[in-house]
């Protein structure tokens, strides 16, 4: 079975009631892999009754703050967890990580905090490209760049989407994007998790319509201003141009595909 734990869903703004800045985490095979860290992700999933010793893998599409501002406590609460019952000794967690010298910051302040960071599972961090990130025991994660980020010929991209292969299923993740154009060609999706935080979702769907590339669940996640002012508008007008297929996603929510 696939499932999505939606951790956080805001985009970049100040802290807003119950709502953190963006993160999800799929379950497949008794495994855990973290598409992006926002504040609090590791403290949602583990009030979600997620098991943290089961994480595999932690992708991350960009690293502005609001991607990124729970990857250390995501670590720290792993290794505290880890000091309680000792089940990752040796263990890998691989990181993706599009800009390392974030993460080397990140491991820095670590080592600064209590007992001096020490754990007994490996952390294998390391940039990455387009192309296949990782094919690990039936489920599959390709990378594509996309425009979020100013870009310069010959430099390495920094921002990406998703396509999460399981179970025959394909999930895309936008990541925050210029637009459709950024991600359509890992279309057609079951399910498609793309951001609002610098577009209207009215827009979004229409696009999607237009382009005959509607997936057959579209989800809203990295909410902006349309969605956090207008929601009951928003939800009101996706549901006349797509029914049941366009859903906001919550924190602390759960998809099963």
Known sequence: MLKLHILGTCAGTEPM???????????????????????CCSYTAHLKGIDLMRTRKIIISHTHMDHIG???????????????????????IELFIPEIRAWEGIYQMLT??????????????????DGILFDDDGIRVRALHNHHLPHEDGA?????????????????????????????????????????GHHNPINIATELISRD????????????????????????????LMGNRAIILEDYSTITL
């Not at 953190?20 to 860290?37: G, I, K, T, W």
């Not at 600064?112 to 490209?129: L, P, V």
């Not at 207008?230 to 996706?238: I, S, T």
């Open 17 to 39: 009631p119950e709502r953190h800045h963006c993160s999800f985490a799929v379950e497949f095979n008794n495994r855990l892999y973290f598409f992006d860290a926002g504040e």
């Open 70 to 92: 729970g990857l250390g406590n995501l670590f720290w609460n792993i290794r505290k967890l880890d000091g309680m019952h000792h089940t990752l000794q040796n263990r890998d």
């Open 112 to 129: 600064y905090t209590e007992g001096g960071f020490k754990h007994d599972f490996n952390i294998n961090a390391h940039e990455y490209s």
């Open 156 to 196: 390495p991209w920094k921002s990406f989407g998703f396509l999460i292969e399981a179970e025959g299923k394909r999930i895309v993740y936008s990541g925050d994007t210029k637009g459709i154009a950024d991600y359509s060609m890992l279309l057609p999706a079951n399910l498609l998790i793309t951001e609002t």
């Open 213 to 240: 590339q509607v997936p057959d669940t579209l989800a809203f996640i990295h909410h902006g201003r349309d969605i956090l002012n207008h929601y009951n508008e928003m939800k009101a007008q996706l549901k006349q």
